[in-house]
């Protein structure tokens, strides 16, 4: 009997409506509200099995309440991340309380949110700790790509997983002009062994409708450059709504005959499952 691989989206995000109970802290372009349920049906309607749930920075900035309520209620759907604080005085304190929590999978640190340099203590702080609790540190870090690279190299015990494909990306049409530009120093990211990349979003960058043809061969470089096993598909649901369907942001990674079966199950589910250490249809 044949066991299929489970496909997991490495990046979506779900939250209420603006409310003062838990009010939001910024914007995040999508719908005004995507509960926890509503991102299970998304993902139940294509034959997605779990995902990677990241507390929306630009909303709950450091508070994932939300995320865990949605956990409690979905517990074998989601791994959660959320993101630290890099002038935090209790980070270690705080890794350890997060990812001793169910569910908890990984951390995340916003090089975008500040002016930071690669001797920041806070931000190295985040990334020992998250390597002494052997969780992925996930890194927004699109245009700070040598600082990313320079403190991966600091934090060589750390697993570091690159937001995004490392590259800006729209929040609305059109893609930009030149949307891989900065594809060299995303390669470069590759000749470090803790550094893992989410291919999340990746559609938005293309400058031609479903399913995306003009995107294959920058993401062929990418998964040359760093193996399928440190590749992970995924969609950023809800920030892409604006671009593209849930639905499209899956089958464009399905239909493609860029991938073989066996590329395609490693790259939508497999090398997440090894590197987060963590298959959909488990408890944390």
């Known amino acids: 009997m044949v066991t299929r691989t489970p496909t997991i989206d490495s990046q979506v995000h779900a939250y209420e409506r603006n409310h003062p109970e838990r009010p939001w802290q910024g914007f995040l372009q999508g719908p005004d509200e995507v509960t926890g349920d509503d991102m299970v049906a998304a993902m139940d309607a294509v034959g997605v099995d779990g995902a990677l749930l990241v507390s929306p ?10 995320a865990l309520e949605v956990y409690a209620k979905h517990p ?10 890099p002038e935090s005085d209790t980070i ?4 350890a309380q997060w990812t001793g929590t169910a569910g908890v999978v990984g951390a995340r ?32 870090c699109a245009a700070k790509l040598p ?3 320079e403190l991966a190299r600091r934090n060589p015990d750390t697993q570091v997983v690159v937001d995004h494909v490392g590259l800006v990306q729209p929040f609305v049409p059109p893609a930009p002009p030149e949307p891989f530009a900065d ?15 989410k291919i999340s979003g990746s559609c938005t960058l293309s400058q031609q409708p479903f399913p995306y043809p003009d ?27 604006d671009l593209l369907t849930y639905e499209q942001g899956v089958e464009a990674f399905r239909v493609t005959d860029r991938l073989s079966d066996s590329d395609r199950a490693t790259l ?9 250490n963590w298959p959909p249809g488990t408890r944390g």
């Open 57 to 66: 920075f630009s909303m709950y900035r450091y508070d994932a309440s939300y």
């Open 76 to 85: 074998t759907r989601f791994g959660l991340i959320r993101p630290f604080d």
């Open 92 to 95: 270690e304190d705080d890794m």
């Open 109 to 140: 640190i916003m090089l975008n949110s500040g002016e930071f340099e690669a001797d920041h203590p806070g931000v190295n702080r985040i990334l020992a700790a998250g390597g002494r609790a052997g969780v992925p540190v996930n890194v927004m």
């Open 147 to 149: 600082l990313m690279r």
């Open 183 to 197: 594809l060299p120093n995303v390669l470069s990211l590759a000749e470090l062994d803790n550094v893992a990349i």
């Open 215 to 241: 995107i294959w061969e920058p993401l062929a470089r990418i998964f040359d450059a760093f193996g399928l096993d440190r590749c992970l598909w995924g969609t950023d649901w809800t920030r892409a709504v």
């Open 268 to 276: 939508m589910g497999g090398s997440l499952a090894k590197i987060y």
